[in-house]
């Protein structure tokens, strides 16, 4: 779903050893999920220093007052050709919606007895891949989806969930 060399880290603050982890690269920043519904978009001239891990030169509680955004709004385009938000800016997710209406991408996952499980980052012909809280991330089969709205509904419990949780850490599925 995205590119570039700060996909998928974990980020780190001066004074925290865990931020939350990219999920986005633009061409000047990175959007970070952290725990809950945590979401920061951060100047790529912020960045100290880039290894298995993104350090940002801030201390935390700099990187929440001055960058953190709804975790649920629209996220600026990517640096990937197949990312399908490429126009120049933040695109609104009913433009989006319009434009590409089968696709799961970024739509919130639920499960039936109503819990949120996180969003989609990328989906394939067979399976959703889901970001969760606390950096979880579950391959989820498409034949478990019951239901797609305004969020995507899993037929199946929120414990359920847990035999799909993969290690981040894993190469995304191919298409």
Same mark, same amino acid.
């Given at each position: 779903?995205?590119?570039?060399?700060?996909?998928?880290?974990?980020?780190?603050? #001066?004074?925290?050893?865990?931020?939350?982890?990219?999920?986005?690269?633009?061409?000047?920043?990175?959007?970070?999920? &952290?725990?809950?519904?945590?979401?920061?978009?951060? $100047?790529?001239?912020?960045?100290?220093?880039?290894?298995?891990?993104?350090?940002?030169?801030?201390?935390?509680?700099?990187?929440?007052?001055?960058?953190?955004?709804?975790?649920?709004?629209? #996220?600026?385009?990517?640096?990937?050709?197949?990312?399908?938000?490429?126009?120049?800016?933040?695109? %609104? #997710?009913?433009?989006?919606?319009?434009?590409?209406?089968?696709? #799961?991408?970024?739509?919130?996952?639920?499960?039936?007895?109503?819990?949120?499980? &996180?969003?989609?980052?990328?989906?394939?012909? %067979?399976?959703?891949?889901?970001? &969760?809280?606390? %950096?979880?991330?579950?391959?989820? $089969?498409?034949?478990?989806?019951?239901?797609?709205?305004?969020?995507?509904?899993?037929?199946?419990?929120?414990?359920?969930?847990?035999?799909?949780?993969?290690?981040?850490?894993?190469?995304?599925?191919?298409?």
């Amino acid at each position: 779903m995205a590119s570039g060399k700060y996909f998928n880290k974990g980020v780190k603050a #001066l004074d925290s050893p865990h931020v939350g982890h990219v999920v986005r690269e633009t061409d000047d920043k990175i959007v970070v999920f &952290g725990g809950g519904d945590d979401r920061y978009d951060i $100047p790529k001239s912020k960045i100290k220093f880039v290894s298995g891990n993104v350090l940002i030169d801030l201390p935390v509680y700099e990187i929440v007052k001055k960058y953190k955004v709804e975790r649920n709004e629209p #996220l600026p385009a990517g640096k990937e050709v197949k990312d399908p938000w490429t126009r120049t800016g933040n695109v %609104d #997710l009913a433009t989006y919606e319009r434009e590409y209406p089968k696709s #799961l991408f970024n739509k919130g996952v639920r499960t039936q007895d109503e819990e949120h499980v &996180g969003h989609v980052m990328k989906e394939t012909d %067979d399976k959703i891949v889901v970001w &969760g809280h606390y %950096d979880w991330r579950f391959d989820v $089969p498409k034949s478990k989806i019951i239901a797609v709205g305004r969020n995507v509904i899993l037929g199946m419990d929120y414990k359920d969930v847990f035999k799909y949780k993969v290690d981040r850490n894993e190469p995304l599925p191919e298409d």
